[in-house]
């Protein structure tokens, strides 16, 4: 779920972005918003659905087929698969019961979940709720573990797809493995401290991570298309079907139905783009966090894994800084089999965009070339910043 493979930097300070941004354009030019959609075709997705959402109004497009057999279009309210955009939601949560006063972020792991994180070197009385969330813990990513690797090959994925997994269960399988770094060392991408703040808001409320999300997030919202589901196979609603390959030159296989509970706390989520947007546009805007713990959702550190693909980026707590030619957005994109979302938020909260594809992983079509970054970013440059 949004992990890369690039040689890591060393971590820098803390820093808060310029969040100063070029005034959005009054209106989505829908014209720019289609060809860019269109575009993401040639990079090999078989479908695409994108919402653009400004103070001077919205546009909703969509390019290529949701059932690639039958040749129908993304339902214009498809569902789908958010992956690790699942981050914020579960940041969000922990986030909240800071601004409560029931947790700290300098709290260690092992005050509220004693033993859990322990062996080949880990050590949980030496890492915060802090660095969980900004993924400067030094935990080990439980998807490199050798009981994962079904997730790699199509026989693998078909005769595994709908395993379910505990929480603990997946912990464990990190704890196979030696840490990546010590404790706020470096910045290394890993889902396992998403399961491990999903369980530490477990222990806090009483509560699993997906009914505190739709208890503080989801119903408050009114995100009647977004639902948090622990094993449920399905993509319930409207929705695409999802499409992977488990090789650049392998078939699109149909990986639309899979037990999400691999992914938890990191990954699970479905939502829409509307909701995702409603979501987005809340956080930013002030209305789910207080202001003290919204700042420390945007004290961010280097993100050298994420720097290939979105040049610049750097890492706050369950958000990604991103910069453009007009300053820069917030965002939490995710891949997971069969989906891929990318979006992003103005600073002031005011304008957002969100892309569903439906494949993960994407291959561009014959004849062309690979981006030099993540697919997204033109599309999102001019949703924020127009065309040059």
Same mark, same amino acid.
């Given at each position: 779920m949004m992990k890369a493979g690039i040689a890591l930097l060393a971590l820098s300070g803390m820093v808060v972005p310029q969040v100063a941004t070029a005034a959005p354009r009054p209106r989505p030019d829908r014209a720019v918003l289609q060809q860019d959609a269109d575009q993401l075709l040639e990079m090999g997705a078989? $479908?695409?659905?994108?919402?653009?959402? &400004?103070?001077?109004?919205?546009?909703?497009?969509?390019?290529?087929?949701?059932?690639?057999?039958?040749? &129908?279009?993304?339902?214009?309210?498809?569902?789908?698969?958010?992956?690790?955009?699942?981050?914020?939601?579960?940041? &969000?949560?922990? @986030?909240?019961?800071?601004? %409560?006063?029931?947790?700290? @972020? %300098?709290?260690?792991?092992?005050?509220?979940?004693? $033993?859990?994180?322990?062996?080949?070197?880990?050590?949980? &009385?030496?890492?915060?709720?802090?660095?969980? @969330?900004?993924?400067?813990? $030094?935990?080990?990513?439980?998807?490199?573990?050798?009981?994962?690797?079904? @997730?790699?090959? %199509? %026989? $693998?994925?078909?005769?595994?797809?709908?395993?379910d997994f505990g929480e603990a269960e997946l912990v464990g399988m990190a704890m196979t493995l030696p840490p990546t770094f010590a404790p706020g060392a470096d910045w290394s991408y890993s889902n396992t401290n998403y399961v491990l703040a999903g369980m530490i808001v477990k222990r806090v409320t009483g509560h699993d991570w997906a009914t505190e999300v739709r208890r503080r997030i989801i119903e408050p919202l009114h995100l009647d298309d977004t639902y948090a589901p622990t094993a449920l196979p399905l993509v319930l609603g409207p929705h695409a079907k999802g499409y992977t390959r488990f090789a650049p030159d392998g078939p699109a296989v149909d990986a639309t139905a899979f037990s999400p509970s691999w992914a938890g706390a990191a990954g699970a989520v479905v939502s829409d783009t509307a909701d995702l947007s409603t979501f987005l546009r809340a956080l930013l805007g002030g209305r789910l966090l207080r202001p003290a713990q919204l700042a420390e959702m945007q004290k961010t550190v280097a993100a050298p894994e994420f720097q290939r693909a979105w040049p610049g980026a750097r890492y706050g707590l369950g958000l990604a800084w991103i910069p453009t030619t007009c300053g820069g957005y917030w965002s939490h994109g995710g891949d997971v089999p069969g989906f891929r979302t990318r979006n992003g938020v103005t600073a002031d909260g005011r304008t957002s965009v969100v892309i569903s594809m439906n494949a993960d992983p994407i291959v561009p079509l014959e004849g062309t070339p690979p981006p030099r970054h993540d697919e997204s970013v033109e599309l999102i440059e001019h949703a924020f910043c127009g065309t040059p």
């Open positions: 078989p $479908g695409v659905l994108v919402e653009l959402t &400004t103070p001077g109004g919205s546009a909703k497009v969509r390019s290529g087929y949701g059932d690639v057999e039958a040749r &129908t279009p993304v339902p214009w309210d498809a569902r789908f698969r958010i992956g690790s955009s699942t981050k914020t939601f579960t940041a &969000t949560v922990v @986030l909240q019961l800071v601004g %409560e006063g029931r947790l700290s @972020l %300098e709290d260690t792991v092992d005050r509220w979940l004693p $033993g859990v994180v322990t062996g080949n070197g880990n050590d949980g &009385t030496r890492i915060t709720v802090r660095q969980l @969330l900004q993924h400067t813990s $030094g935990v080990p990513d439980y998807l490199g573990s050798a009981a994962m690797a079904f @997730l790699g090959s %199509e %026989e $693998g994925f078909l005769a595994n797809r709908f395993r």
